[in-house]
């Protein structure tokens, strides 16, 4: 049974009480330290388990270190900042929290792309002035428009069964078939493919080293003009410096809502940018997801006490 835990980067009263009272059931001892911590070195030494947020690295180094380490857990549905692949070379599961905010994750997706297809903003700011007139309107329908899903995981899928239900006809790239969503009608097809067909393209890809820069400036100058290509995912997964010279040509809508996984010099680039609609990492924020948030970090930590990992990654 595993002895002590590592937090890294959990604030200490960031764990709902009645988490906590659960982890500490399996762990006899609970430890919080920040990743820029001098002594997180001599932390590791000891550790049974680790927790981390979606930003802490977890290097090959601090592996080798934690010569007693059986568990590491993660605080999201992102683990690109851990060596996973070195991690199950020394037989230690990364366990995430998969599907924890499939619905929220995708119903803010609609909700960015109508604000975009009816100009919501500009309508309620001129109506703020008293503006009640039409004249300047003229959005668009998604019925009958083509919808475009990179990575049909958990979060893709649903966007295209939601995607389907508008009416909208939906093809999707993925590593594998997706029988579920095609039973309702969406197609797989090659990703370039999808980019050069879709009037709506979603990306939605988990970041590795096979995906990062995935959507190259190749790839981006093959989208339709006036594609909305939104990307709720890892902003690596997109060549940034492309994507701002095509969204400045008016070319496309780029939406997106990770400017924090960005350098925050190439971050202030996006608020000039035309065509762009940024918003700060709020998808996954819903009193559901949030509850089933912890539920799944505590019940992977649970499940693993009793040698039956969940969500393992690696």
Not at 78 to 97: E, M, Q
Not at 136 to 152: H, S
Not at 165 to 176: C, D, E, P, Q, T
Not at 269 to 292: Q, S
């Amino acid at each position: 049974m595993p002895t002590k835990a590592l937090c890294i980067d959990f604030s200490n009263n960031e764990i709902p009480p009645e988490y906590f009272r659960r982890m500490k059931k399996v762990f006899k001892k609970i430890s919080f330290i920040s990743s820029l911590d001098p002594k997180l070195v001599i932390s590791l030494e000891d550790a049974d388990a680790i927790f981390s947020k979606m930003s802490t690295k977890i290097s090959r180094e601090m592996l080798d270190v934690a010569t007693n380490l059986k568990y590491i857990g993660v605080l999201s549905t992102g683990f690109s900042a851990i060596d996973a692949k070195y991690a199950r070379s020394k037989h230690v599961p990364v366990c995430n929290l998969g599907g924890y905010s499939t619905e929220a994750v995708a119903e803010f997706s609609f909700a960015t792309l109508f604000e975009a297809a009816r100009e919501l903003e500009r309508a309620k700011l001129q109506a703020r002035r008293q503006d009640y007139s039409f004249q300047g309107f003229m959005g668009f329908e998604l019925k009958g428009k083509t919808l475009g899903v990179v990575g049909a995981g958990k979060i893709g899928s649903r966007i295209a069964e939601i995607g389907l239900a508008l009416g909208m006809n939906v093809i999707y790239f993925s590593r594998k078939k997706k029988g579920e969503i095609e039973k309702r009608g969406a197609k797989k097809k090659i990703l370039e493919f999808v980019l050069s067909n879709s009037d709506v393209v979603s990306i939605n890809l988990a970041l590795d080293k096979e995906t990062e820069g995935i959507i190259d400036a190749k790839r981006i100058n093959l989208l339709k003009k006036n594609c909305i290509l939104f990307n709720l995912a890892p902003p690596k997964l997109i060549d940034q410096t492309a994507i701002i010279r095509k969204a400045n040509k008016g070319d496309i809508l780029f939406v997106f809502d990770h400017p924090d996984g960005l350098d925050p010099t190439l971050a202030k680039k996006f608020l000039t940018t035309k065509n762009c609609i940024i918003y700060p990492p709020v998808a996954f924020r819903t009193k559901e997801a949030n509850t089933a948030r912890w539920e799944t970090f505590i019940s992977n930590i649970e499940n693993f006490s009793k040698r039956k990992p969940t969500n393992v990654v690696n």
